[in-house]
């Protein structure tokens, strides 16, 4: 059973920062992939960013791109995901997410290619 534990999240200032962290056990295959994807009431989960247990290369979303980064540590068991100069567009509910093994690269935005998935953390971007 694998799960995924989300912290960090807050109240900041148009232009601040943040960094969430994603504690993940259980995970078995170092091919599985962790993302991240954030929710706004009403709407669907968007794709934010992944990372994939065979590289530190990761991908992300286009509306983040250069203003977020995702990493994670060497035992692959935290993941983070570092918020900089945010807008108020970026207010939602950041989850973390866990495949149980390996996603095509043209699937690994969709949130449906994922299996696991952590409660949330609320980020709120507001003067």
């Known amino acids: 059973q694998v799960l995924l534990e989300e912290s960090g999240g807050g109240l900041v200032q148009p232009g601040g920062s943040l960094r969430l962290s994603c504690a993940a056990s259980?995970?078995?295959?170092?091919?599985?992939?962790v993302g991240w994807f954030r929710q706004v009431p009403g709407k669907e989960r968007d794709f934010v960013a992944a990372?994939?247990?065979?590289?530190?290369?990761?991908y992300y979303g286009d509306s983040v791109k250069g203003r977020f980064t995702m990493s994670r540590d060497d035992t692959q068991t935290t993941f983070y995901l570092q918020l900089n100069n945010l807008n108020v567009e970026d207010t939602a509910v950041y989850y973390c997410?866990?495949?149980?093994?390996?996603?095509?690269?043209?699937?690994?935005?969709?949130?449906?290619?994922?299996?696991?998935w952590g409660q949330g953390t609320q980020v709120t971007v507001s003067s």
């Open positions: 997410a866990a495949s149980k093994g390996y996603i095509i690269l043209s699937q690994l935005r969709s949130s449906t290619s994922y299996d696991y």
């Open positions: 259980g995970r078995s295959d170092r091919n599985s992939v």
């Open positions: 990372i994939r247990g065979t590289n530190r290369s990761p």
